[in-house]
């Protein structure tokens, strides 16, 4: 089995800054796709940011230019800078990680999600 552990949400004032981690332990064989979705209140689960095993990156359009995705694969995890934070990136926010068994089986996980408020 696998286990997501994410940390670093919080509140934050207009403008200002997060950086969202997300750890992956247990049988990992390979890591594939590394993501950050969130969820607003009343809202559907969206994807903010991606990075692929090659090292591709994949953005929102409303988070260009402020988020970063980054991995550590030694360290089975993956980041999110969030720079230039508004009150519409207030949301719940989710890593998801998708890890290749030994047999090349591919499984999908998502971590407990963090909440990101923004509010002045």
């Known amino acids: 089995q696998v286990q997501l552990v994410e940390s670093g949400g919080g509140l934050v004032q207009p403008g200002g800054s997060l950086r969202l981690s997300c750890a992956a332990s247990g049988s990992i064989f390979g890591l594939n796709t590394m993501g950050w979705y969130r969820q607003a209140p009343g809202k559907e689960r969206e994807l903010v940011a991606s990075t692929s095993s090659g090292g591709s990156s994949n953005y929102a359009e409303s988070v260009l230019g402020r988020f970063s995705i980054s991995r550590d694969n030694a360290e089975n995890t993956v980041y999110l800078q969030m720079n230039s934070l508004e009150l519409e990136d207030t949301a719940v926010y989710y890593c998801?990680?998708?890890?290749?068994?030994?047999?090349?089986?591919?499984?999908?996980?998502w971590g407990q999600g963090t909440q990101v408020t923004v509010s002045s």
């Open positions: 998801n990680v998708r890890i290749q068994r030994s047999d090349a089986t591919i499984d999908n996980y």
